[in-house]
């Protein structure tokens, strides 16, 4: 399966901007890029997922590096909600879509 | 629609006994995930059904686990006899067919403690 690198933990203050990274250096080119985000005592849930452009939606928004071996998931203003493991994932093209979860970084935001 | 529905929230039982989760995933959804997560190991994948089939079990740590998927609305996960390393919360998730493009979506998950 293909590997993800996250920092295991940032920080941020509220009301910030936050800037998540992501290796992935083995990624091929038809595989997906998905985050998602695990609020404490709760299920993982989908934040944003792209392949190639820049992605923007309500939650946040994804950069992705024009060789595609990183991204940055991009939360524009961080409030105290926003305290959860985030997860960098590649969707393999190849094995149906199962979904293999790394360590990933855990953010704390600062009142 | 509800989401991912699964069953017991919380399950505390006795070393040897068996344990049955179970997990409703979002109508219409072909493809339903069964997941562990420990402090120690994180989220690991057990098992994947395709249109109720199991694609893929390589992460079922032992003869002691098993899934079914007898319909596209109900999933089990058994465990027998449990252990004490059994201990964790165990998610289920289902998306639907869309490759690199669908989501998934993760039930509120079910706490196992085995004494």
């Keep these: 399966d293909a590997k993800t690198t996250q920092p295991n933990s940032m920080e941020s203050n509220e009301e910030e901007p936050v ?3 992501c290796n992935h250096s083995t990624i091929s080119g038809t595989d997906y890029i998905h985050w998602y985000r695990q609020l404490p005592s709760q299920g993982p849930e989908y934040v944003i997922h792209g392949l190639t452009s820049n992605v923007n939606n309500r939650m946040a928004s994804l950069a992705i590096a024009e060789d595609r071996k990183s991204s940055t998931l991009i939360l524009h203003r961080a409030t105290l909600r926003d305290a959860a493991v985030y997860y960098c994932i590649l969707l393999i093209s190849s094995n149906t879509g199962k979904l293999i979860f790394g360590q990933g970084t855990t953010l704390q935001v600062k009142p | 629609d509800a989401g991912v529905i699964q069953s017991p929230r919380h399950e505390v039982t006795e070393m040897g006994q068996e344990v049955t989760l179970r997990c409703k995933p979002i109508s219409g959804h072909d493809y339903l995930f069964w997941y562990r997560q420990t402090m120690m190991r994180g989220l690991e994948l057990l098992i994947y059904f395709n249109n109720n089939v199991p694609i893929d079990d390589s992460g079922m740590p032992e003869d002691r686990f098993s899934a079914k998927m007898p319909n596209a609305s109900f999933s089990t996960l058994k465990i027998q006899p449990s252990e004490p390393r059994d201990s964790a919360v165990y998610f289920c998730a289902s ?9 998934a979506f993760f039930g509120q998950g079910t706490r196992l403690t085995v004494v």
């Design chain 1, 19 to 21: 800037h998540l990274p």
């Design chain 2, 95 to 103: 998306r639907k067919t869309g490759q690199g493009r669908a989501e």
